[in-house]
């Protein structure tokens, strides 16, 4: 089965940076789909970015211009290089893989914390 290992959180002050990343296992990752979610908590679990088999990118609005997702298919990881964060980036942080129109495989999560 597919299994899924985040790894970059931490603890930043604002405007700070951080790399996640994502090491896939079990599947052909240059065929996967993958994207970054986040949920803080009282919050519903929200898509920040994604990168398609082909590359193409997607960003929510409120991060686009400071997050960038990549991917390595050489390593089976996908990154995300988080820029000028903001304490409302406080979250946890999971990778996914998107099985047709739905994410369907997840990793446990990353700890991110940004402090004012």
Not at 57 to 79: C, M, W
Not at 90 to 110: E, F, L, M, N, P
Request: proline share 2%.
């Amino acid at each position: 089965q597919v299994q899924l290992v985040e790894s970059g959180g931490g603890l930043v002050q604002a405007g700070g940076s951080l790399r996640l990343s994502c090491v896939a296992s079990g599947g052909i990752f240059s065929n996967y789909h993958m994207g970054w979610f986040r949920q803080a908590p009282g919050k519903e679990r929200e898509l920040v970015a994604a990168i398609s088999s082909r590359s193409r990118t997607y960003y929510t609005d409120s991060v686009l211009g400071r997050f960038t997702i990549s991917r390595d298919n050489a390593k089976n990881t996908v990154y995300l290089q988080m820029n000028s964060l903001k304490p409302e980036d406080t979250a946890v942080y999971y990778c996914a893989i998107r099985s047709g129109t739905t994410y369907d495989y997840w990793g446990q999560g990353t700890q991110v914390t940004v402090s004012s």
